[in-house]
Protein backbone atom coordinates (compact mmCIF):
# COMPACT_ATOMS: atom_id res chain seq x y z
CA UNK A 1 0.00 0.00 0.00
CA UNK A 2 1.44 3.24 -0.33
CA UNK A 3 2.50 5.62 2.38
CA UNK A 4 4.30 8.60 3.56
CA UNK A 5 6.29 8.37 6.49
CA UNK A 6 8.22 10.71 8.56
CA UNK A 7 11.39 10.28 10.73
CA UNK A 8 12.76 10.99 13.54
CA UNK A 9 9.49 9.98 15.21
CA UNK A 10 11.19 12.05 18.12
CA UNK A 11 13.90 14.12 18.11
CA UNK A 12 15.66 16.33 21.29
CA UNK A 13 18.09 18.49 20.06
CA UNK A 14 20.06 21.44 21.18
CA UNK A 15 19.61 25.31 20.45
CA UNK A 16 22.58 26.60 17.60
CA UNK A 17 22.03 22.72 16.34
CA UNK A 18 20.98 22.18 12.36
CA UNK A 19 18.21 19.07 12.06
CA UNK A 20 16.81 17.82 9.17
CA UNK A 21 13.19 15.92 9.19
CA UNK A 22 12.50 13.33 6.29
CA UNK A 23 9.26 12.73 4.86
CA UNK A 24 9.03 10.17 2.00
CA UNK A 25 5.55 9.79 0.32
CA UNK A 26 5.31 6.47 -2.61
CA UNK A 27 2.05 7.63 -3.90
CA UNK A 28 4.41 9.93 -6.79
CA UNK A 29 2.02 12.71 -5.22
CA UNK A 30 3.32 16.01 -6.89
CA UNK A 31 2.27 18.37 -3.84
CA UNK A 32 3.69 17.99 -0.40
CA UNK A 33 3.94 20.09 2.38
CA UNK A 34 5.18 20.79 5.76
CA UNK A 35 3.33 21.80 8.39
CA UNK A 36 3.38 22.56 12.54
CA UNK A 37 1.19 22.29 14.95
CA UNK A 38 1.20 24.16 18.16
CA UNK A 39 -1.55 24.14 20.68
CA UNK A 40 -3.88 26.88 20.35
CA UNK A 41 -2.30 27.28 16.62
CA UNK A 42 -3.78 24.48 14.74
CA UNK A 43 -1.62 23.94 11.23
CA UNK A 44 0.44 26.07 10.59
CA UNK A 45 2.04 25.76 6.64
CA UNK A 46 6.28 26.06 6.64
CA UNK A 47 7.11 25.22 2.94
CA UNK A 48 5.16 23.21 0.19
CA UNK A 49 6.22 22.17 -2.92
CA UNK A 50 4.31 21.16 -6.21
CA UNK A 51 6.51 19.63 -8.30
CA UNK A 52 10.39 18.94 -8.42
CA UNK A 53 12.67 21.56 -7.79
CA UNK A 54 9.98 23.78 -7.04
CA UNK A 55 9.60 24.99 -3.57
CA UNK A 56 6.79 27.78 -1.96
CA UNK A 57 7.33 29.63 1.89
CA UNK A 58 4.47 29.27 3.94
CA UNK A 59 3.27 31.31 6.47
CA UNK A 60 6.19 30.31 9.08
CA UNK A 61 8.99 29.54 6.91
CA UNK A 62 11.32 31.81 8.90
CA UNK A 63 14.38 29.10 10.00
CA UNK A 64 13.44 26.68 8.16
CA UNK A 65 14.66 25.32 4.63
CA UNK A 66 13.31 22.70 2.22
CA UNK A 67 14.44 20.80 -1.01
CA UNK A 68 12.89 18.92 -3.91
CA UNK A 69 15.26 16.99 -5.42
CA UNK A 70 12.42 13.94 -6.34
CA UNK A 71 9.13 13.50 -6.64
CA UNK A 72 8.89 11.23 -3.27
CA UNK A 73 10.80 13.11 -0.37
CA UNK A 74 10.66 16.84 1.01
CA UNK A 75 13.31 17.14 4.18
CA UNK A 76 13.06 19.59 6.21
CA UNK A 77 15.86 21.67 7.78
CA UNK A 78 16.29 23.72 10.62
CA UNK A 79 19.37 25.75 10.24
CA UNK A 80 20.21 26.60 13.67
CA UNK A 81 17.41 25.34 16.10
CA UNK A 82 15.57 27.94 18.67
CA UNK A 83 13.34 26.73 21.28
CA UNK A 84 10.48 28.53 19.62
CA UNK A 85 10.29 25.49 16.96
CA UNK A 86 9.83 23.00 19.38
CA UNK A 87 7.09 21.25 18.25
CA UNK A 88 5.46 18.70 16.09
CA UNK A 89 6.06 18.42 12.39
CA UNK A 90 3.47 16.91 9.87
CA UNK A 91 4.09 15.98 6.19
CA UNK A 92 1.00 15.63 3.95
CA UNK A 93 1.13 14.73 0.11
CA UNK A 94 -1.86 15.75 -1.83
CA UNK A 95 -3.96 13.66 -3.92
CA UNK A 96 -4.89 16.04 -6.45
CA UNK A 97 -7.89 14.36 -8.17
CA UNK A 98 -9.60 14.76 -5.33
CA UNK A 99 -7.22 17.78 -2.78
CA UNK A 100 -7.21 15.04 -0.27
CA UNK A 101 -4.17 15.86 1.93
CA UNK A 102 -2.63 12.61 3.42
CA UNK A 103 -0.63 12.94 6.75
CA UNK A 104 2.33 11.54 7.80
CA UNK A 105 2.17 10.21 11.77
CA UNK A 106 4.37 13.61 12.89
CA UNK A 107 7.44 13.94 13.99
CA UNK A 108 7.94 15.31 17.54
CA UNK A 109 11.02 18.07 18.04
CA UNK A 110 12.12 19.35 21.59
CA UNK A 111 14.74 22.41 20.96
CA UNK A 112 16.26 22.33 24.45
CA UNK B 1 -3.10 35.41 2.59
CA UNK B 2 -6.21 33.08 3.38
CA UNK B 3 -7.15 33.09 7.03
CA UNK B 4 -9.17 30.58 8.73
CA UNK B 5 -11.05 31.35 12.28
CA UNK B 6 -12.36 28.27 13.94
CA UNK B 7 -14.87 28.12 17.13
CA UNK B 8 -15.41 26.77 20.13
CA UNK B 9 -11.63 25.65 20.68
CA UNK B 10 -13.12 22.90 22.64
CA UNK B 11 -16.68 21.45 23.10
CA UNK B 12 -18.27 18.94 25.35
CA UNK B 13 -20.75 16.85 24.37
CA UNK B 14 -23.31 14.03 25.75
CA UNK B 15 -23.07 10.75 23.80
CA UNK B 16 -26.03 10.92 21.51
CA UNK B 17 -26.45 14.67 21.47
CA UNK B 18 -25.34 16.73 18.20
CA UNK B 19 -21.90 18.45 17.46
CA UNK B 20 -21.67 21.66 16.09
CA UNK B 21 -18.15 23.43 14.74
CA UNK B 22 -18.05 26.85 12.71
CA UNK B 23 -15.40 28.13 10.74
CA UNK B 24 -15.39 31.35 8.59
CA UNK B 25 -12.58 32.34 6.11
CA UNK B 26 -11.51 35.85 4.43
CA UNK B 27 -10.07 34.84 1.09
CA UNK B 28 -13.15 35.45 -1.25
CA UNK B 29 -11.32 33.33 -3.94
CA UNK B 30 -11.54 29.96 -2.11
CA UNK B 31 -13.71 27.34 -3.22
CA UNK B 32 -12.84 24.07 -1.52
CA UNK B 33 -13.47 23.38 2.37
CA UNK B 34 -12.22 20.20 3.50
CA UNK B 35 -13.03 18.98 7.45
CA UNK B 36 -10.18 17.05 9.34
CA UNK B 37 -10.39 14.49 11.84
CA UNK B 38 -7.10 13.80 13.84
CA UNK B 39 -7.14 11.14 16.67
CA UNK B 40 -4.78 11.33 19.68
CA UNK B 41 -0.98 10.75 18.06
CA UNK B 42 -1.96 10.53 14.98
CA UNK B 43 -1.84 12.80 11.35
CA UNK B 44 -5.32 14.61 10.83
CA UNK B 45 -7.86 12.44 8.35
CA UNK B 46 -9.80 14.07 5.74
CA UNK B 47 -13.33 13.02 7.27
CA UNK B 48 -15.51 15.25 4.61
CA UNK B 49 -15.40 18.24 2.20
CA UNK B 50 -17.57 20.76 0.34
CA UNK B 51 -16.86 22.95 -2.83
CA UNK B 52 -18.14 26.15 -3.39
CA UNK B 53 -20.84 24.80 -5.98
CA UNK B 54 -22.77 22.98 -3.05
CA UNK B 55 -24.58 24.32 -0.11
CA UNK B 56 -24.72 21.28 2.12
CA UNK B 57 -23.09 17.59 1.66
CA UNK B 58 -24.19 14.72 4.01
CA UNK B 59 -22.49 11.29 4.87
CA UNK B 60 -23.82 9.89 7.35
CA UNK B 61 -23.90 11.41 11.11
CA UNK B 62 -21.90 14.63 9.20
CA UNK B 63 -22.69 17.13 7.57
CA UNK B 64 -21.08 20.05 6.45
CA UNK B 65 -22.81 23.47 5.23
CA UNK B 66 -21.49 26.29 3.01
CA UNK B 67 -22.75 30.10 3.14
CA UNK B 68 -20.89 31.87 0.21
CA UNK B 69 -22.12 35.36 0.72
CA UNK B 70 -21.45 35.21 4.43
CA UNK B 71 -18.04 33.27 4.12
CA UNK B 72 -18.62 30.47 7.01
CA UNK B 73 -18.93 26.97 6.93
CA UNK B 74 -19.70 24.08 9.36
CA UNK B 75 -19.83 20.48 10.59
CA UNK B 76 -22.13 18.95 12.02
CA UNK B 77 -22.11 15.98 13.90
CA UNK B 78 -25.40 14.03 15.00
CA UNK B 79 -25.74 11.34 17.78
CA UNK B 80 -22.45 11.52 19.15
CA UNK B 81 -20.26 8.29 19.96
CA UNK B 82 -17.38 8.12 21.72
CA UNK B 83 -15.06 7.87 18.38
CA UNK B 84 -16.05 10.62 17.58
CA UNK B 85 -13.90 12.23 20.36
CA UNK B 86 -10.89 14.13 18.54
CA UNK B 87 -9.57 16.98 16.94
CA UNK B 88 -11.52 18.78 14.38
CA UNK B 89 -10.06 20.88 11.72
CA UNK B 90 -11.58 23.09 9.05
CA UNK B 91 -9.55 23.86 6.18
CA UNK B 92 -9.69 26.39 3.36
CA UNK B 93 -8.35 26.91 -0.34
CA UNK B 94 -8.57 28.02 -4.05
CA UNK B 95 -9.27 24.36 -5.17
CA UNK B 96 -8.40 20.91 -4.90
CA UNK B 97 -4.54 21.21 -6.26
CA UNK B 98 -4.10 24.24 -3.99
CA UNK B 99 -2.36 24.58 -0.77
CA UNK B 100 -4.75 24.19 2.82
CA UNK B 101 -4.94 26.85 5.13
CA UNK B 102 -6.42 25.20 8.43
CA UNK B 103 -8.29 26.89 11.40
CA UNK B 104 -7.00 26.43 15.17
CA UNK B 105 -9.06 23.01 15.42
CA UNK B 106 -11.67 21.59 18.18
CA UNK B 107 -11.09 18.88 20.52
CA UNK B 108 -14.35 17.46 20.92
CA UNK B 109 -14.91 15.24 24.43
CA UNK B 110 -18.08 12.84 23.90
CA UNK B 111 -19.17 11.95 27.56
CA UNK B 112 -20.69 8.60 28.01
Known amino acids: DAEITQSPRHKITETGRQVTLACHQT?????MFWYRQDLGHGLRLIHY???????NKGEVSDGYSVSRSNTEDLPLTLESAASSQTSVYFCASQDLSSGELFFGEGSRLTVL | GENVEQHPSTLSVQEGDSAVIKCTYS??????FPWYKQELGKGPQLIIDIRSNVGEKKDQRIAVTLNKTAKHFSLHITETQPEDSAVYFCAASRGRDYKLSFGAGTTVTVRA
Open chain 1, 49 to 55: SYGVHDT
Open chain 2, 27 to 32: DSASNY
Open chain 1, 27 to 31: WNHNN
